[in-house]
């Protein structure tokens, strides 16, 4: 293969590494995002179970004062309600997290790959500067021989 091919082909290779570290990249700012959005439903569930407890503290302080059937029905309701609310936010979290799992996996065959066209890129750029280095030394000794 001529040195010419040689550098064509090493191009494509360091493009094809860069375009690599850019999937790696974005690959990696999606997992931050995602974190992100899981850290803030992790917090929300957590500020919704804190607001359900102090709802049933409330109700159960009503109980010892005395309640009417319609109060008693009406907070049972809204505990209900804020129960479904609760198993929608659980919802939200166990789909967030994972996605996230998933985008990380996505980010480690993307590291990987990037990883790799590294080694080729490397390995291609060794032989390319080899093959410059003979041709030189070749052309020195040529000139020497000629100039004798």
């Known amino acids: 293969m001529?040195?010419?091919?040689?550098?064509?082909?090493?191009?494509?290779?360091v493009l094809r590494e860069q375009r690599a570290a850019s999937q790696l990249a974005a690959q990696q700012q999606?997992?931050?995002?995602?974190?992100?959005?899981?850290t803030d439903a992790k917090e929300q569930l957590r500020r919704h179970r804190e607001?359900?407890?102090?709802?049933?503290?409330?109700?159960?302080?009503?109980?010892t004062e005395g309640l009417s059937v319609a109060s008693w029905q009406a907070a049972q309701d809204r505990l209900r309600g804020l129960s479904d609310d609760q198993q929608q936010l659980e919802n939200d979290v166990t789909h967030v997290?994972?996605?996230l799992q998933s985008q990380e996996r996505?980010?480690?065959?993307?590291?990987?790959?990037?990883l790799s066209r590294q080694r080729q890129s490397d390995a291609w750029q060794s032989l390319l500067d080899g093959r410059e280095?003979?041709?030189r030394r070749i052309g020195e000794l040529r000139d020497e021989g000629v100039g004798t």
């Open 51 to 63: 607001a359900i407890a102090e709802e049933a503290r409330q109700v159960y302080a009503s109980l």
């Open 97 to 99: 997290s994972t996605t």
């Open 2 to 13: 001529k040195t010419d091919q040689l550098r064509t082909l090493q191009t494509l290779r």
């Open 106 to 114: 996505e980010r480690d065959l993307f590291r990987q790959e990037r």
């Open 133 to 135: 280095s003979d041709e």
């Open 30 to 38: 999606r997992c931050e995002h995602t974190h992100g959005v899981l």
